[in-house]
Nanobody, 122 residues
Framework: QVQLVESGGGLVQPGGSLRLSCAASGSIFSINAMGWYRQALGKERELVATIISDGSPNYADSAKGRFTISRDNAKNTVYLQMNSLKPEDTAVYYC????????????????WGQGTQVTVSS
């Protein structure tokens, strides 16, 4: 009943920038926290950044100073601006959202997107 669709991944050279977007749709009453995670080949999924409904962000140490998370509550969309990219940023990036779903009742759930590949290479 809730779908998250990421976009904006691709191939970029070291030092370059990318902007990821993730739009949520469906039976959404409201969205609390939204976030970005990543999973490199052979590694566990790890937190990149999260942002709560008032816009307060939280970053992993690896993202501080290079990445910026933001959200547009009217569009149910979260963004991740990634600058000064490094080869070690190469991973599949996933967004998630803690959603209050409204159907015939209300309930909360955590939803994930399908992921978008980011490759940093020369």
């Amino acid at each position: 009943q809730v779908q998250l669709v990421e976009s904006g991944g691709g191939l970029v050279q070291p030092g370059g920038s990318l902007r990821l977007s993730c739009a949520a749709s469906g039976s959404i009453f409201s969205i609390n926290a939204m976030g970005w995670y990543r999973q490199a080949l052979g590694k566990e999924r790890e937190l990149v950044a999260t942002i709560i409904s008032d816009g307060s962000p939280n970053y992993a140490d690896s993202a501080k100073g290079r990445f910026t998370i933001s959200r547009d509550n009217a569009k149910n969309t979260v963004y991740l601006q990634m600058n000064s990219l490094k080869p070690e940023d190469t991973a599949v990036y996933y967004c998630n959202a803690d959603v209050v779903v409204r159907t015939t009742t209300f309930y909360t759930g955590r939803y994930w997107g399908q992921g978008t590949q980011v490759t940093v290479s020369s």
